[in-house]
Nanobody, 124 residues
Framework: QVQLVESGGGLVQAGGSLRLSCAAS????????MGWFRQAPGKEREFVAG????????RYADSVKGRFTISRDNAKNTVYLQMNSLKPEDTAVYFC?????????????????WGQGTQVAVSS
């Protein structure tokens, strides 16, 4: 089992940057596919980005490609989401999730463990 705690959210102006972190505790962090999801008010949760065990494979939602970068440091049991060129439509609660599957899925039900979320607000 793994526990996930997100940090790094906040309020930023459009065009700005934030880096989210997700610290994992528990065993075998490097064996989990890690993902970031977000949920805006009144909207369904959506996939943002995912990364393989080693970090060699990544996957992004079309809406964030070229602006967001997911990475992980298995020695620190941490996954990151670097968010650049932020837009007001990026405003949401961002969640970190861990999957025991072997592929990077964009489906929330494929992920077994979730953090509590961190709020990101982008002003225009």
């Amino acid at each position: 089992q793994v526990q996930l705690v997100e940090s790094g959210g906040g309020l930023v102006q459009a065009g700005g940057s934030l880096r989210l972190s997700c610290a994992a505790s528990g065993r075998s962090f490097s064996s989990y596919i890690m993902g970031w999801f977000r949920q805006a008010p009144g909207k369904e949760r959506e996939f943002v980005a995912g990364i393989s065990w080693s970090g060699g494979r990544t996957r992004y939602a079309d809406s964030v490609k070229g602006r967001f970068t997911i990475s992980r440091d298995n020695a620190k049991n941490t996954v990151y989401l670097q968010m650049n060129s932020l837009k007001p439509e990026d405003t949401a609660v961002y969640f970190c999730a861990a999957s025991t599957d072997s592929a990077i899925y964009a489906l929330g039900f494929k992920y077994d463990y979730w953090g509590q979320g961190t709020q990101v607000a982008v002003s225009s």
